[in-house]
T-cell receptor
């Protein structure tokens, strides 16, 4: 069964520092991949998705992710963290033959001034 | 911007009681989903729904669960006889089209507590 693994349940960075949130997927066929963000008391909001077009995907709020087939990774990055980026981030995969999303365990990002 | 809404935001119920969680998907969307997140655990897929039928369901979605689109706007999840382990955040989502690459838009969730 396909799955995603998010390394690090908590990540802390200083404001202005690089944000790197890790996601690895398990799939014999390149799947569709997503990053969602959840702010406190809100639903899941799509940051970006990979659907077999460009391997470097740009999303909202300055985030981007690079699909690396050789590493089965889809890490999320942002060059400069902002206080408003503090939230929980979920990586998800959608296998080819289904509409469901399979989520990782999430990474809580804290941003310190 | 259109959004998925869910009611209630919080629900407390006694074990064995029936609960109905309500969702209003984005108006031109045709595909609907329920997910849940037990505290501290992953967001898990429950069921997908299209054209008044279940498209796919997970092992979690057993006979105590049902979904319905009672009218042109609402999409409901019913739990017939709640158990303690049903305590979770339940998310509704909708998408315009089917297919693994389609974006699913999520509601804010209903936090269900079973006592």
């Amino acid at each position: 069964a396909q799955s995603v693994t998010q390394l690090g349940s908590h990540v802390s960075v200083s404001e202005g520092a690089l944000v790197l949130l890790r996601c690895n997927y398990s799939s014999s066929v390149p799947p569709y991949l997503f990053w969602y963000v959840q702010y406190p008391n809100q639903g899941l909001q799509l940051l970006l998705k990979y659907t077999s077009a460009a391997t470097l995907v740009k999303g909202i709020n300055g985030f981007e992710a690079e699909f690396k087939k050789s590493e089965t990774s889809f890490h999320l990055t942002k060059p400069s963290a902002h206080m408003s980026d503090a939230a929980e981030y979920f990586c998800a995969v959608s296998p080819y033959n289904t509409d469901k999303l399979i989520f990782g365990t999430g990474t809580r990002l804290q941003v310190f001034p | 911007e259109p959004e998925v809404t869910q009611t209630p935001s919080h629900q407390v119920t006694q074990m064995g009681q029936e609960v109905i969680l309500r969702c209003v998907p984005i108006s031109n969307h045709l595909y609907f989903y329920w997910y849940r997140q037990i505290l501290g655990q992953k967001v898990e897929f429950l069921v997908s729904f299209y054209n008044n039928e279940i498209s796919e369901k997970s092992e979690i979605f057993d006979d105590q669960f049902s979904v319905e689109r009672p009218d042109g706007s609402n999409f409901t999840l019913k739990i017939r006889s709640t158990k303690l382990e049903d305590s979770a955040m339940y998310f509704c989502a909708s998408s315009e089209r089917a297919g693994g690459g389609e974006t699913q838009y999520f509601g804010p969730g209903t936090r269900l507590l079973v006592l």
